[in-house]
């Protein structure tokens, strides 16, 4: 996977883009730029043998840091050819840094940082079906 497909796929992900605020439904300005590349976690999170790479990215925002598209991209080798949105937040700076096989049946589970302006928190995730599902987590903040 290179920055070009990153680039694409966080275009894509910032058409039609919505949130919702105190105020209710609004479209963020989401600026032009590049996107902003987090980390990248390689681990075997589809259980094939084979590993899959997890991108931690950010789209540029007038209204960063406090409010920010934030995405986990995968690129997962039993699905080739998409990166995969397997998680996502507005207001936390998600970024997965490190994978183990937890349970031992293959698959890696996946630790998720997410802090933001008021507090902090991580989460285990699993892949399943597209998304990372939250196994657990913990935080504090306002
Ligand atoms: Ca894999
Ligand atoms: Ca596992």
């Given at each position: 996977?290179?920055?070009?497909?990153?680039?694409?796929?966080?275009?894509?992900?910032?058409?039609?883009?919505?949130?919702r605020s105190v105020e209710g439904?609004?479209?963020?300005?989401?600026?032009?730029?590049?996107?902003?590349?987090?980390?990248?976690?390689?681990?075997?999170?589809?259980?094939?043998?084979?590993?899959?790479?997890?991108?931690?990215?950010?789209?540029?925002?007038?209204?960063?840091?406090?409010?920010?598209?934030?995405?986990?991209?995968?690129?997962?080798?039993?699905?080739?050819?998409?990166?995969?949105?397997?998680?996502?937040?507005?207001?936390?700076?998600?970024?997965?840094?490190?994978?183990?096989?937890?349970?031992?049946?293959?698959?890696?589970?996946?630790?998720?940082?997410?802090?933001?302006?008021?507090?902090?928190?991580?989460?285990?995730?699993?892949?399943?079906?597209?998304?990372?599902?939250?196994?657990?987590?913990?935080?504090?903040?306002?």
């Amino acid at each position: 996977m290179d920055v070009v497909a990153l680039k694409r796929r966080a275009a894509e992900l910032s058409k039609g883009l919505k949130w919702r605020s105190v105020e209710g439904i609004e479209t963020p300005h989401v600026l032009d730029g590049d996107i902003e590349v987090r980390g990248a976690l390689a681990a075997d999170i589809d259980g094939d043998d084979k590993k899959d790479t997890i991108y931690s990215i950010a789209l540029p925002s007038e209204m960063a840091p406090f409010w920010q598209p934030r995405y986990l991209l995968a690129d997962v080798t039993s699905r080739p050819g998409r990166l995969l949105k397997v998680a996502e937040s507005f207001y936390a700076e998600i970024e997965a840094v490190a994978a183990i096989d937890l349970n031992g049946d293959g698959p890696h589970e996946v630790l998720v940082t997410e802090p933001y302006h008021e507090g902090s928190g991580s989460f285990v995730g699993r892949f399943d079906g597209d998304k990372l599902k939250r196994l657990g987590g913990w935080g504090c903040g306002l």
